[in-house]
């Protein structure tokens, strides 16, 4: 559980920074943008063997999620569910959870699949960083 607090917290200081680094204004388009550009990053990193894993993430603005979820090998149902709930996200709005209900994600971020060695979260978040970061110095 410390490691999801640090994550948590890392997650926050960095979409703060974000947010305060002004693209659009800091509006809640921009940052529904970057929140999409990250739930998707992490999908598509998340390993795949029958899907479960990539399947699994969830977006709520309600609270942590607990529904079952169905295969996505390639991670789209997974992405267009999470848009559902993105799209009602404002500024000022609910905090938004994203949650794996997958039992061995926590095994997955730690490296056990050939295909992420590094996890998930972390390069994604890296990734959407820079992303966005040079967006806002193009502006």
């Not at 999620?65 to 709005?93: E, I, K, S």
């Not at 994604?124 to 966005?132: K, P, Q, R, W």
Request: charged share 20%; glycine share 10%.
């Amino acid at each position: 559980m410390k490691g999801a607090k640090r994550f948590e917290w890392e997650l926050r200081q960095w979409f703060e920074r974000t947010v305060a680094a002004g693209g659009n204004g800091g509006g809640a388009q921009w940052m529904r943008q970057v929140l999409i550009d990250l739930v998707t990053e992490i999908v598509q990193r998340t390993p795949v063997k029958s899907g479960r894993a990539r399947g699994s993430w969830l977006v709520s603005d309600q609270g942590t999620p607990r529904q079952w979820t169905p295969l996505d090998t390639d991670g789209t149902a997974t992405v267009r569910r999470a848009l559902v709930t993105l799209a009602r996200v404002d500024a000022v709005g609910p905090p938004i959870s994203l949650y794996s209900n997958c039992p061995y994600m926590g095994r997955l971020e730690n490296g056990h699949s050939k295909q992420a060695p590094n996890g998930m979260l972390a390069g994604a978040i890296v990734a959407v960083s820079a992303l966005h970061a040079r967006q806002v110095r193009a502006a």
